[in-house]
């Protein structure tokens, strides 16, 4: 049986092979490809269970799969720093608003908590902090099941 050190590994150096050229920048740039917000219904049918992941804007690669009792543990590959795969607790929900919400307990970090709308272009998702501004940044999620 591998070992659950290598099983981490190997899923980062997959997640690392996808493509991640981060193109769109703000949620204008989605436009073209018939951007949706999805609601929050549809998120509550698409995101328990779910396994997610994103690149962080100093290139680290983070993922975690959503329990759909509302908490994950989500595993970062440190690229930007020792380059040693570290873990953390989370929780996360769906707000009345149809807003995907996470808190992530780091060890060394700083706690994370933000909650974004996610906006569906093509086969891509992104989340956003609001869904009205044109201008507004966008951050690629991956989603499946």
């Given at each position: 049986?591998?070992?659950?050190?290598?099983?981490?590994?190997?899923?980062?150096?997959?997640?690392?092979?996808?493509?991640?050229?981060?193109?769109?920048?703000?949620?204008?740039?989605?436009?073209?490809?018939?951007?949706?917000?999805?609601?929050?219904?549809?998120?509550?049918?698409?995101?328990?269970?779910?396994?997610?992941?994103?690149?962080?804007?100093?290139?680290?690669t983070q993922f975690w799969k959503n329990d759909a009792g509302g908490s994950f543990i989500i595993s970062s590959d440190n690229r930007d720093k020792s380059g040693r795969v570290t873990t953390a607790q989370g929780k996360w929900h769906i707000a009345e608003d149809g807003r995907y919400c996470v808190l992530i307990e780091w060890n060394v970090n700083p706690t994370e908590e933000w909650c974004r709308f996610i906006v569906k272009a093509g086969s891509d998702y992104y989340a956003v902090k609001t869904d009205k501004t044109a201008t507004e940044k966008v951050y690629k999620l991956a989603i499946s099941k």
């Open positions: 049986m591998p070992r659950p050190d290598r099983q981490v590994i190997a899923s980062l150096v997959l997640v690392s092979t996808l493509t991640w050229a981060q193109e769109v920048a703000v949620l204008r740039d989605l436009d073209a490809q018939g951007r949706v917000t999805l609601t929050r219904d549809e998120l509550n049918q698409l995101l328990p269970g779910a396994k997610m992941s994103r690149l962080t804007a100093k290139g680290n």
